[in-house]
T-cell receptor, first 108, second 113 residues
Framework: SQQGEEDPQALSIQEGENATMNCSYK?????LQWYRQNSGRGLVHLIL?????REKHSGRLRVTLDTSKKSSSLLITASRAADTASYFC????????FGAGTTVTVRA | EAGVAQSPRYKIIEKRQSVAFWCNPI?????LYWYQQILGQGPKLLIQ????????DSQLPKDRFSAERLKGVDSTLKIQPAKLEDSAVYLC???????????FGPGTRLTVT
């Protein structure tokens, strides 16, 4: 099964700064999803980008997908303390495979 | 809309004991998933149901794990007997159909001592 790998493993930023994390995967995909996990709300779906899309926005989130490089990036703009969480990319159609995640800490 | 419900939230057992987890998916969601998430890792799919049929259980350790989804709604995941390496968070998720966005429950944190 396909599996994404997130980079970096951990990220610490100041409130108001932008946070960028990357996901690389091994085989061709039809779509890629990003999820967020924190202690308060559990695992939450953020955004799904299809293989024929290059960029997608949702509020302060921007996701890009480069199928030629088999990679995706998640950008969080103007970060807030509430963005402190682990972020996972997930690939697969009927069966999702998650990476180990990027842990983001937003400092006040 | 009510989310995915799971119980219990926490469970501590000794190795070789048995344990069961319960999941109630979002109403109308045909697809139900059980994941295992070990500390520091991403969730790993254990089993996927479509209504009350198993779609994928290739990563379920069938010698000790079992799961059922009677009547295509609630589901239970059982471990018998538990091993130390089963200590993890067990997440249940549901989706309207496969390929759709998955909604996750709060999880059950299992500690095996």
């Amino acid at each position: 099964s396909q599996q994404g790998e997130e980079d970096p493993q951990a990220l610490s930023i100041q409130e108001g700064e932008n946070a960028t994390m990357n996901c690389s995967y091994k085989t061709s995909i039809n779509n890629l999803q990003w999820y967020r996990q924190n202690s308060g709300r559990g695992l939450v779906h953020l955004i799904l980008i299809r293989s024929n899309e290059r960029e997608k926005h949702s509020g302060r989130l921007r996701v890009t997908l480069d199928t030629s490089k088999k990679s995706s990036s998640l950008l969080i703009t103007a970060s807030r303390a509430a963005d402190t969480a682990s972020y996972f990319c997930a690939t697969g159609d009927y069966k999702l495979s998650f990476g180990a995640g990027t842990t983001v800490t937003v400092r006040a | 809309e009510a989310g995915v419900a799971q119980s219990p939230r926490y469970k501590i057992i000794e190795k070789r004991q048995s344990v069961a987890f319960w999941c109630n998916p979002i109403s109308g969601h045909a697809t139900l998933y059980w994941y295992q998430q070990i500390l520091g890792q991403g969730p790993k799919l254990l089993i996927q149901f479509q209504n009350n049929g198993v779609v994928d259980d290739s990563q379920l350790p069938k010698d000790r794990f079992s799961a059922e989804r009677l009547k295509g709604v609630d589901s239970t995941l059982k471990i018998q007997p538990a091993k130390l390496e089963d200590s993890a968070v067990y997440l249940c998720a549901s989706s309207l159909q496969a390929l759709y966005e998955q909604y996750f429950g709060p999880g059950t944190r299992l500690t095996v001592t």
